[in-house]
């Protein structure tokens, strides 16, 4: 079992839908880490979160350290938001970053 | 300030090679961290460098090994190439020994035929 599981795999979704990204994760963890990855590779990291909530502008992160789950929620989603979404953690006390196998969005218009 | 940056971007290699892939990490960074992405997977941690000493390794062979300058920037030689290795190579910099946020590169396309 993958120490990140995220869910679902794929997600195809009409302009303007609220869209909601699940990570589960089953070890201690110093941060979790929500990341945009776009065609051709290219990584932006979009939140870095040990607990609670963040948001800019139309994403949101949340996490819940107790039950080790964490959203990531497009709000008012448009189709430039389509890319593969990857959920990762820092392990605590290491180094080491898990990654989710991440979530291929992709929004219609 | 400028961001990570990788080079090659894309390259072919033939199995039983040597290749070394670079990064430049961002300003004021001096954390290298290095991650192999297969097709259709998730990154796996190959190993991370902090102030030009190996910071932590991933579950990767010997033939994977780096190297960080005094300036930060880094290496990743990889040899006797195999045609498992074909992948995408990111590199992320971040400041610290255990980072905390992470500033990716857009990687090194390896193809190994």
């Known amino acids: 079992k993958n120490e990140v599981e995220q869910s679902p795999q794929n997600l195809t979704a009409q302009e303007g839908e609220f869209i909601t990204i699940n990570c589960s994760y089953s070890?201690?963890?110093?941060?979790l880490h929500w990341l945009q990855q776009h065609p051709g590779g290219g990584i932006v990291s979009l939140f870095m979160?040990?607990?609670g909530k963040k948001k800019h502008g139309r994403l949101i992160a949340t996490i819940n350290i107790q039950e080790k789950h964490s959203s990531l929620h497009i709000t008012a989603s448009h189709p430039r938001d389509s890319a593969v979404y990857i959920c990762?953690?820092?392990?605590?006390?290491?180094?080491?970053?898990?990654f989710g196998a991440g979530t291929r969005l992709t929004v219609k218009p | 300030e400028t961001g990570v940056t990788q080079s090659p971007t894309h390259l072919i290699k033939t199995r039983g090679q040597q290749v070394t892939l670079r990064c430049s990490s961002q300003?004021?960074?001096?954390?290298v961290s290095w991650y192999q992405q297969a097709l259709g997977q998730g990154p796996q941690f190959i190993f991370q460098?902090?102030?030009?000493?190996?910071?932590g390794r991933g579950n990767f062979p010997p033939r994977f090994s780096g190297l960080q300058f005094p300036n930060y920037s880094s290496e990743l030689n990889v040899n006797a190439l195999e045609l498992d290795d074909s992948a995408l190579y990111l590199c992320?910099?971040?400041?610290?020994?255990?980072?905390?946020?992470?500033?990716f590169g857009s990687g090194t396309r390896l193809t190994v035929v």
């Open positions: 992320a910099s971040s400041l610290g020994q255990v980072p905390r946020g992470y500033t």
């Open positions: 070890v201690g963890i110093s941060a």
């Open positions: 979160l040990s607990s």
């Open positions: 990762a953690v820092t392990k605590y006390n290491n180094n080491d970053m898990r």
């Open positions: 300003s004021g960074h001096n954390t």
């Open positions: 460098y902090y102030r030009e000493e190996e910071n």
